[in-house]
């Protein structure tokens, strides 16, 4: 058996057409259901409702709040499950159709997670702490490795033809 990519999921809703009784799900949510087939594939495209509203819109639905979004994305994961719509909190946050890569992905993390409170769990107290100590070491040897700036300070590039300049407070004003 061969592992379908999102497309073909696709392909297979279309070719079955509709999987559900016409009477689950309405005209508004098969809108909703192709914004999210057609722009938002991905947790990269990830789209927030108000974008989601814009597009039924022009759809011609109104009356359209984000509530009304909502319990169809609801209605949408119970009746398309195949499909995965996940959706993410926050400023950055918004719903997408998880494709295979995001599953990937969130699955690594979630078993490296795993693997590391089972280590921590692991032995006598007194080894459960010098576990935690070497993964803790190892985080931050990975995180000084990285060309990031502590505490989201500004990193600048000089050019080298700056001059230093330092003038020491008490010293400056004696000479007056």
Do not use: C, W
């Not at 009477?23 to 259901?33: A, E, I, P, Q, R």
């Not at 979630?110 to 576990?131: D, F, H, W, Y």
């Amino acid at each position: 058996m061969t592992q379908l990519d999102i497309y073909q999921v696709l392909e297979t809703i279309e070719i079955q057409g509709r999987l559900t009784d016409n009477t689950k799900l309405s005209n508004f949510d098969y809108h909703v259901l192709e914004v999210l087939k057609t722009r938002a594939v991905g947790k990269d495209n990830r789209r927030k409702a108000d974008y989601i509203i814009r597009k039924l819109v022009s759809y011609g639905h109104t009356n359209v709040d984000d509530v009304k979004v909502r319990k169809s994305i609801n209605k949408l994961r119970r009746y398309y499950s195949q499909l995965s719509i996940e959706s993410i909190t926050g400023k950055h946050g918004g719903t997408y159709i998880r494709t295979e890569n995001d599953k990937k992905n969130n699955t690594l993390l979630s078993k490296a997670l795993s693997q590391i409170t089972t280590i921590a769990n692991v032995g006598l107290p007194e080894e459960r702490v010098t576990n935690i100590n070497a993964i803790y070491k190892h985080l931050n040897d990975i995180v000084s490795r990285l060309d990031l700036p502590p505490n989201h300070q500004l990193k600048m590039k000089l050019s080298g033809h700056e001059r230093d300049e330092v003038k020491y407070t008490g010293e400056h004003y004696k000479k007056l």
